[in-house]
Each structure stands twice: as structure tokens, then as C-alpha cells.
């Protein structure tokens, strides 16, 4: 089970927004696309991710006044990333480690997707009740 195999069943299509984009500009593109963070992006490359976890430090720090700052300035950065070909487990165990709950698909040093722990719970859970499905259909035919 690699990254790529959830890459296909969920797409590759990455919202993903630039430095220079103010805050209360990523809080409407969270709020509008129901999702909990973007990865930040210059000419396709992942300097940082801004998350929900983002908003409320930046806005405990600064008040309002921070929905007018650049993401660069509140992003969490360095970026932790996988490529397409690691294998789910190696993913999720990153991100346990790590305390993350997004991470950007890089290959070739651009971002080709993104996914988020959910995504890889999910394809986790699919994969064992299939299994567990094949196994019970086995059990009845023997």
C-alpha cells in the first residue's frame, strides 16, 4: 500500500496557496473548502503548510491584526513530505511521530498531492475490511 494507490482513488488536485497570501484569506479558503490545512507553495514547491492549529497560534499572538499578515510569517515550517511511492505505514508512523496531520506528495521536488491522516485511516480501514471480506468469503467456500 503506497501513497500513489490513495493519490488515485482521491485525485491529485491540491488547493495550494502562495507566501503572500494574507491570513484571513487562508481562513476563507479553509472555511470554504471545509478543510483543515493547505500546503504553502512557490512554483510548486512546499515551503510550508498553514493549518487550523496555525490560525488559533497566530491569533492568540496578535488578535485580529494577524488575519492581515502574510502566511509566511505564521506557516509551521520546515515541510515534513512523502513521496508517492512510500508506503502507508512509513506515512502514517511519520506523521504519529511528528504530530502532523498533512503532508505534501513530493516527487521530483514538486508537490504532485496532498494527504491528510483521514485520507490515510480511511484507506487503511478499506484495505482491512476487504481483506477480512476475501477471508470470510474463503472460510464459506471451504
Keep these: 500500500m503506497t ?4 493519490l488515485r482513488t482521491k485525485g491529485d488536485d491540491v488547493i495550494a496557496l502562495t507566501p503572500q497570501t494574507r491570513v484571513g484569506e487562508a481562513v476563507a479558503v479553509l472555511a470554504d473548502k471545509r478543510i483543515g490545512a493547505v500546503p504553502v507553495c512557490e ?19 496578535a488578535g485580529a491584526g494577524a488575519l492581515d499578515r502574510p502566511l509566511s510569517e505564521v506557516m509551521t515550517q ?3 513530505s512523502v513521496g508517492a511511492h512510500e508506503n502507508v505505514i512509513g506515512a502514517l508512523s511519520l506523521m504519529t ?3 502532523i496531520r498533512h503532508l505534501p506528495v513530493v516527487e521530483d521536488g514538486r508537490m504532485v498531492g496532498f494527504v491528510s491522516i483521514g ?24
Design 43 to 61: 512554483e510548486g514547491v512546499p515551503v510550508g503548510i498553514f493549518s487550523e492549529r496555525d490560525v488559533v497560534h497566530c491569533l492568540a499572538q
Design 3 to 6: 501513497i500513489a494507490a490513495i
Design 78 to 80: 520546515p515541510v515534513q
Design 97 to 99: 511521530r511528528r504530530r
Design 119 to 142: 485520507d490515510l485511516v480511511k484507506y487503511r480501514i478499506d484495505r482491512i475490511e476487504a481483506d477480512a471480506a476475501a477471508m470470510r468469503d474463503y472460510i464459506q467456500q471451504g
